[in-house]
């Protein structure tokens, strides 16, 4: 199927790009369902679903809070989990003379 594209007009061609856009997006659809379908049968000879090979569940996702450890008792709403850099209400109470225990939740 040899289309000339020298003697298409650029509304006939911008149309086919459409076209071409839409088919590559189908094509890759396909080609992922047919990937998925091959790799959970692979999985399936060894008797493993693709979710125990690829670890899901077992990690805690990307962007789970941590819970709170510390709270600042002339302001409970503010809370600190333990981890990263020390909110400045925590850096005051410690300069105020206060023990890093006596913020714990």
Do not use: C
């Not at 049968?41 to 941590?66: R, Y």
């Amino acid at each position: 199927m040899a289309i000339s594209l020298d003697k298409m007009s650029r509304k006939e061609l911008l149309e086919l790009r459409d076209q071409v856009e839409i088919a590559i997006k189908n094509a890759e659809k396909r080609d992922r369902k047919e990937a998925l379908k091959a790799a959970e049968k692979a999985a399936a000879e060894f008797g493993f679903s693709l979710s125990d090979l690829s670890g899901t569940g077992s990690k805690p996702s990307k962007g789970v809070k941590a819970s709170a450890k510390y709270k600042n008792p002339s302001d409970p709403d503010q809370t600190w989990s333990g981890r990263g850099r020390k909110p400045q209400w925590v850096h005051d109470a410690l300069k105020a003379g206060a023990d890093i225990s006596d913020l714990e939740i």
